[in-house]
């Protein structure tokens, strides 16, 4: 996949592979650690966790996508995936069975050099090729990734005590059907993200 042209010149794109799994889950914690100021979310608790760990277990399975960011050096420095969830396993950002969720991670020293948005905008062709009408996720709202989803055309679907389930319509002619308000369930204290999860209430970056 040739590099998006709002990425840096230095990062090319590529379709996440099985290989890839352990880098998924460093970015999911680069996702749930976005803030310094908290404690940060370890790998195990993590993988630990059934609310974080279904994020990336068992990667790839049927139906999942996702878009690695190398360098020229095949240096990974970050990753977005889409993965569906039931209504019984939803995951922090659900809005539908059919709606896949978006995780987005990039490492630190990459942080707003256009990795992200070049992620964001990849991952969102692959899901039109891939047939899907909508994308969702949740972010904090103290979260400056929101920002991104925001000018990328994420509106709020529904907000959750400090975070905002947010969907993307990815046809113009595209009208969400009306569905039925879902209870908020209980959280653990702590979460974060890229838009992803933290804690670990994740959420992502």
């Known amino acids: 996949m ?4 709002t990425a840096p010149p230095a ?4 379709e996440a592979v099985g290989e890839d799994s352990p880098f998924l889950v460093e970015m999911l914690g680069a996702a749930a650690n976005w803030s310094p100021e908290r ?16 994020y990336v277990e068992g990667w790839p399975r049927t139906g999942d996508l996702g878009l ?20 019984e396993d939803a995951g922090y950002g659900f809005v539908g069975p059919d709606v896949p969720e ?19 905008r990849g ?15 949740s972010v904090e709202r103290a979260n400056r990734a929101r920002e ?26 595209f009208q969400r059907p009306a569905r039925a ?5 209980p959280t653990p204290a702590t979460q974060g993200g890229c838009g992803g999860p933290e804690t670990p209430r994740f959420r992502r970056r």
């Not at 190398?70 to 209504?87: D, I, M, S, Y």
């Not at 925001?150 to 959750?160: C, I, K, N, P, Q």
């Open 181 to 185: 308000p879902r209870a908020v369930r």
């Open 123 to 137: 991952l969102r062709g692959l899901a039109r090729e891939a047939g899907h009408q909508e994308l969702s996720l």
């Open 68 to 87: 690695i960011a190398e360098t020229a050096q095949q240096e990974p420095v970050g990753a977005a995936w889409l993965r569906l969830f039931p209504a």
């Open 148 to 173: 991104l989803y925001l000018s990328e055309g994420f509106t709020t679907v529904r907000a959750d005590g400090d975070a905002d389930t947010m969907a993307l319509s990815l046809h113009s002619d």
């Open 11 to 14: 990062v090319r794109l590529r």
């Open 102 to 120: 978006l995780s987005l991670g990039v490492v630190p020293p990459w942080r707003g050099r256009g990795v992200g948005r070049a992620l964001l």
């Open 39 to 54: 404690e940060q979310v370890s790998r195990v608790h993590l993988l630990a966790d059934r609310a974080t760990a279904r």
């Open 2 to 5: 040739d590099t998006d042209s």
